[in-house]
């Protein structure tokens, strides 16, 4: 819920994107204004589901991810030594382990849950993070660092103060 601790807080987000890479990784994208709502031939065609040259989206989502962590630590005055829990996107279990690593983060500061409910997409970071919370992986006044790469070739990374 609601804190009324100040220094429980969103310290800053660091979002980019790339549309250079956009059909690298992708969705048909279906709206109430443009179509009409999914048909059982938008799903014989696979219309639902993502396109992606894997190979690309690994290389960028290694290289952006553990950057795009450290312009936030970096602009809060903070290490990696600080962090006390790392939540990636849950897409790849294997660039989540090479961020980690790449980033000097132990595993036990680290939660993933992707093994469990594969990739839940835009819920995964919040479904990822209530779990470590539920498990007792962190604790208020702990640094959070939530870190994502996904579809259209986008980044980012958010710095919490729990």
Not at 1 to 22: K, Q
Not at 27 to 55: C, K, W, Y
Not at 111 to 124: E, K, L, P, V
Request: charged share 25%; with cysteine.
């Amino acid at each position: 819920g609601v804190s009324d601790d100040p220094d429980r807080r969103i310290l800053s987000s660091h979002l980019y994107a790339d549309g250079r890479f956009a059909e690298e990784l992708w969705l048909d994208g279906r709206s109430a204004a443009r179509h009409p709502p999914l048909t059982v031939e938008d799903i014989e065609q696979g219309r639902l589901f993502p396109h992606m040259n894997g190979r690309k989206v690994f290389k960028h989502a290694v290289t952006r991810m553990p950057e795009v962590a450290l312009e936030a630590l970096a602009a809060n005055g903070f290490g990696i030594e600080d962090v006390d829990l790392l939540v990636c996107h849950q897409a790849n279990l294997r660039i989540n382990e090479f961020v980690q690593q790449s980033l000097g983060i132990p595993p036990e500061k680290v939660h993933n849950n992707i093994q469990r409910y594969g990739n839940t997409t835009a819920a995964s970071i919040p479904l990822c993070f209530d779990e470590a919370r539920r498990e007792g992986k962190v604790k208020p006044g702990d640094l959070v660092l939530f870190v994502a790469f996904g579809a259209g070739f986008t980044w980012g990374a958010n710095l919490l103060r729990y």
